[in-house]
């Protein structure tokens, strides 16, 4: 099989802070809207952190059975939603054959809130009391599992778990699948519901929080006054097609997905390396693969999580990654907006990337008003810009080492 299958996107579907479909969540995102305030989900009376970027007025019986719901975990609720409108809006059900239909979704934790419930049970009221379901819908796998039964995906269906980068890794790796010929169309992406209360200890509890109270000042990526990262949650899909099939059946097209790079420092489980060797060749591994030269118009999602030392090591990335070109790439983060989705963080930005690319328009980082010295980078600030831009990166770094790069154009 020809190792030149192209890849491109034909359908988005969005459960997330900003709004509960794709359309809603750009709209927002363009407008500069924040989507972080005080934690609903539980009560956060003693916890350093009490703020989080919440998905907010999602109903899952809109999407499945009363029962149904009963049977799974909110991260594969807000997984199965995503992939639903993603496949609806492609129209790809029908046109291609279910064994060359493939699933890979990322989630960098699966269902803590349901090992919370679950434990509770087995600790108060003893081990007879734990759900029979307590496995299958606590498992990090079952998220791809949900989304290949309801869209009877008989091709590989597959978890990326690689902590922050699990999204972007899903969206690379369901990428090479069509490139190397394995599947025709893969519903890819990421989902996380964690904004619960051993997650939130436990990140707390490692100085990765912004204790921060007002929303306008807690997640500041690339900023002075950052002091850590927003939990959020939520869920992006894309159907990725290869090109010539989904030209044949006049599909929309949003894009490419043109490059990816993965790496792992192989240097610490939590801290990236200090010279970002690993993130760096992430970049020019997508930038290579997407044909990258001097004379793009590049704009970076970021990372940019708002944590000290990885807005610091990302900028380092960057720069080694681009050298003098550096300085004319637009960078921003979304994560100011969106809070830090973890496995479903590269699946929104690379959203943003696309929908960036389509319209002509960098969303902003919001919020940031004092930008650090140590992250000289062109930061889109406060409001988005119009921009001719014709190369997107989407950055994903991940506890562990992880480090994924995607890589963007129109077609």
């Not at 519903?187 to 904004?195: N, R, S, V």
């Not at 192989?266 to 390396?273: D, Q």
Request: glycine fraction near 12%.
């Amino acid at each position: 099989m020809s190792e030149n299958r192209r890849a491109v996107v034909t359908g988005i579907g969005a459960v997330t802070p900003l709004g509960n479909t794709a359309m809603d969540t750009w709209e927002a995102m363009k407008a500069g809207k924040n989507g972080i305030g005080p934690v609903t989900l539980f009560d956060t009376t003693g916890y350093k952190a009490h703020l989080a970027a919440e998905v907010k007025g999602f109903d899952p019986t809109a999407y499945m059975e009363r029962i149904e719901t009963l049977r799974t975990d909110r991260y594969a609720q807000l997984a199965a939603a995503a992939a639903e409108q993603a496949a609806d809006e492609s129209g790809i059900e029908g046109t291609v054959e279910p064994e060359r239909f493939a699933v890979q979704f990322g989630a960098g934790i699966g269902g803590i809130g349901t090992f919370e419930n679950e434990y509770a049970k087995l600790k108060d009221r003893g081990p007879r009391r734990v759900s029979a379901l307590f496995i299958p819908m606590m498992i990090a796998n079952m998220a791809a599992g949900l989304i290949a039964i309801r869209h009877n995906c008989q091709g590989s269906a597959m978890p990326s778990v690689t902590a922050c980068a699990s999204g972007s890794n899903a969206i690379g790796e369901a990428l090479r699948m069509i490139r190397h010929g394995y599947a025709d169309a893969v519903i890819t992406g990421g989902a996380e519901a964690a904004i619960t209360p051993s997650a939130v200890a436990g990140f707390a509890n490692m100085q990765a929080l912004s204790t921060a109270e007002d929303p306008d000042a807690a997640s500041l990526p690339f900023d002075k006054r950052r002091n850590g990262f927003v939990i959020g949650e939520g869920a992006v899909a894309l159907v990725l097609e290869e090109y010539g099939h989904a030209k044949a059946r006049g599909a929309r097209i949003y894009g490419e997905v043109c490059g990816y790079g993965s790496t792992c420092d192989a240097h610490h489980i939590t801290a990236p390396h200090p010279e970002a060797r690993g993130g760096a060749r992430a970049m020019t591994d997508a930038m290579a693969e997407a044909g990258y030269s001097g004379e793009d118009l590049v704009y970076i999602n970021a990372h940019g999580t708002g944590t000290p030392m990885n807005d610091v090591v990302e900028t380092i990335a960057i720069k080694k990654a681009l050298g003098e070109a550096a300085g004319k790439a637009l960078v921003s983060s979304t994560k100011s907006m969106t809070g830090h989705m973890l496995g479903a963080a590269g699946a929104v930005e690379a959203m943003a990337c696309l929908l960036a690319l389509k319209e002509g328009i960098v969303p902003p980082t919001i919020n940031l008003l004092e930008q650090d010295e140590a992250c000289s980078l062109n930061c889109v600030a406060g409001r988005a810009k119009e921009a001719a831009i014709t190369l997107a990166l989407s950055n994903s770094l991940g506890f562990g080492g992880h480090n994924a790069c995607l890589a963007f154009r129109k077609v």
